[in-house]
């Protein structure tokens, strides 16, 4: 596996670097559109609407519309942005797993700790583990900041998108509601089958008949000398090394003395607000 990121997991002051490498990868067969008159390759053009040119990625800048009016924004102006600087895993509370609903969960990842990060992240892998916590995190990936979740995977810890609050949508349908009367004959039939087909999960039970019976049509018309298969240069890794890390015990016991540090001074703030003068 190639890592396609390198940061730190920032813990209250305990820093954490860590690799990241995706969970999850596609078996789909990957599909061309060609010319059934030839079968030649149909690519896309990156056209300009005004002038008429083929225009390179390196001169193409992206922008933003309303009342039109438009807004362009050059790739050194998004790179100048924080967020999109930011090699950092920032954890900003831990919940309790079971509130984290499943739907707003997204794109997965592993974490590897650097060699000389192993120590802290199993101490906080190992407490979101004995908690029943799930750490919420904000991340920067791929020019955009996300929100996350860290949880435990096994020996490993797993950084899962999450969905922001305004990207959720309500059902807005009719019958999202829906209203019937359900017999007890009905509801106990229904509870007996599954029972029936109650069992423990087994992913590798299951498989993607249409990907499998498409590469056997693949490999069957390359047998007959029918296709051609083109290999691809290998991707390169960009991962960067991690840095120090910084006394466990120290920064456990000030990150404490921070988090009291704040609440006293809050308490504070708020006990003058409400002083009269």
């Known amino acids: 596996m190639r890592s396609m990121w390198a940061g730190a997991i920032a813990f209250g002051l305990v820093n954490v670097p860590v690799k990241l490498y995706a969970a999850a ?3 789909d067969v990957p599909l061309h559109q060609v010319h059934d008159a030839d079968g030649g390759r149909i690519r896309y ?7 008429g040119e083929v225009v390179a990625y ?5 922008a933003y519309e309303a009342d039109g009016k438009r807004v362009v924004l050059t790739e ?3 790179e100048a942005l924080p967020a999109e600087a930011a090699h950092e895993i920032q954890v900003l509370q831990f919940v309790p797993s079971e509130q984290i609903d499943p739907l707003t969960l997204g794109a997965a990842y ?9 120590k ?8 979101l583990e004995q908690t029943a916590r799930t750490a919420v995190v904000k991340y920067a990936l791929r020019q955009r900041t996300r929100l996350g979740v860290l949880r435990v995977r096994g020996d490993l810890m797993v950084l899962q998108s999450l969905l922001w609050a305004d990207e959720v949508r309500e059902p807005e ?8 009367a359900v017999t007890e004959a009905e509801q106990a039939m229904a509870n007996l089958l599954v029972a029936q087909l109650s069992e423990d999960f087994d992913p590798a039970a299951y498989v993607d008949d249409y990907q499998v019976q498409l590469k056997e049509l693949v490999e069957a018309r390359l047998a007959a000398d029918e ?8 991707p390169s890794s960009t991962a960067e090394e991690g840095g120090e890390v910084i006394d466990l015990m120290a920064a456990l016991r000030a990150s404490l003395e921070r988090k009291r540090g704040g609440a006293d001074k809050g308490a504070a703030d708020a006990g003058g607000a409400n002083k009269v003068v």
């Open 120 to 127: 802290p992240y199993l101490l906080l892998r190992s407490t």
């Open 173 to 180: 349908f009719a019958g999202k509601a829906p209203t019937a």
């Open 58 to 62: 390196e001169h193409i800048d992206r």
């Open 45 to 51: 053009q990156r056209r300009c609407e005004v002038c």
């Open 76 to 78: 050194e102006e998004l």
């Open 227 to 234: 296709g051609v298969i083109v290999a691809g240069p290998a």
């Open 25 to 27: 990868s596609s078996h």
């Open 110 to 118: 592993y974490l590897e700790p650097d060699k000389k990060a192993a």
